[in-house]
């Protein structure tokens, strides 16, 4: 698969409402994310991250402001044209149960030209799948080989874009850590943009370039893992930032007495 330059993605005075204005999931915002990027979006449940992400690829329309991808509006086109460029990874991916490991790749594909049944190898072998996965079910498959797969299906259409939705979030954390930092490998090989949904601000810390922190809508800190760490980001960053560094510290303190 060839490296690709991922698209800018910008956000200009979007926000959504699902009650009429009496309350707003995401409040009013614009912001730039930069081709290439890998951003993270963390945030307590209900903060918003997950309608912000789905207005990217418009399973959520927004109350107000546009969306743009590579400097073209997503409402531009038909949804399902939209969705054909952008990979979608979301927990529990839901694989067609019937269906072997290389048809739920090639699932995707059918839509376009076919040229991916010859890549299904190359697709599991990215993913870090052996090749004899292909023609196994999914539920001959652990959670995180099927995740894996679902990681495979949405880079099979070539997308610039892979939007993720606390994609390793079902999985123990031994195997969360090693889709991490395959998925981060594959990010930077292919040359992908990837907005990725994560509870966790130690995944988000270790896996993204920049780290958007939502609070009841609002962005309300946007830093680089560095400065979030040095304390830069202010008050809703610092405490999401305080459970991994207090875990961290609790741990040397045991390793110290053993
Ligand atoms: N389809 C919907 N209809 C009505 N309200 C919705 C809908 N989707 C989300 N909301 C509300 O919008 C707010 C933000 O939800 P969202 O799913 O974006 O948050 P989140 O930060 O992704 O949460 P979580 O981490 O729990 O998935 C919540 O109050 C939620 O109840």
Request: aromatic content about 4%.
């Amino acid at each position: 698969m060839d490296r690709k330059n991922g698209p800018a993605v910008s956000f200009d005075g979007i926000a959504k409402s699902f009650d009429g204005g009496a309350t707003f999931a995401v409040k009013p915002l614009s912001l730039e994310i930069a081709g290439g990027s890998f951003v993270a979006l963390v945030g307590e449940s209900g903060s918003g991250k997950s309608t912000l992400l789905k207005m990217i690829n418009r399973l959520v329309d927004p109350s107000t402001g546009t969306v743009a991808i590579a400097a073209t509006p997503v409402d531009d086109q038909t949804s399902s044209d939209l969705r054909r460029h952008i990979g979608y990874v979301f927990q529990n991916i839901g694989l067609f149960p019937h269906m072997s490991v290389a048809e739920n790749i090639m699932i995707i594909p059918r839509l376009g030209d076919g040229r991916i049944v010859n890549a299904v190898p190359d697709l599991l072998e990215l993913v870090g799948l052996p090749g004899d996965v292909a023609d196994r079910l999914p539920s001959e498959l652990s959670g995180g080989q099927q995740q894996r797969v679902g990681v495979a299906r949405a880079l099979a259409g070539e997308p610039g874009l892979m939007l993720m939705d606390e994609p390793f979030g079902a999985l123990d954390p031994v195997t969360r850590d090693q889709l991490g930092e395959t998925y981060r490998a594959l990010h930077d090989r292919l040359g992908l943009t990837t907005i990725m949904v994560t509870h966790d601000m130690a995944e988000a810390l270790l896996i993204a370039d920049r780290i958007l922190v939502m609070s009841e809508g609002r962005v309300a800190a946007d830093g680089t893992p560095e400065a979030l760490l040095a304390g830069e980001g202010g008050a809703e960053a610092n405490a999401l930032i305080a459970v991994p560094k207090g875990q961290m510290a609790k741990l040397r303190q045991l390793e110290a007495r053993s």
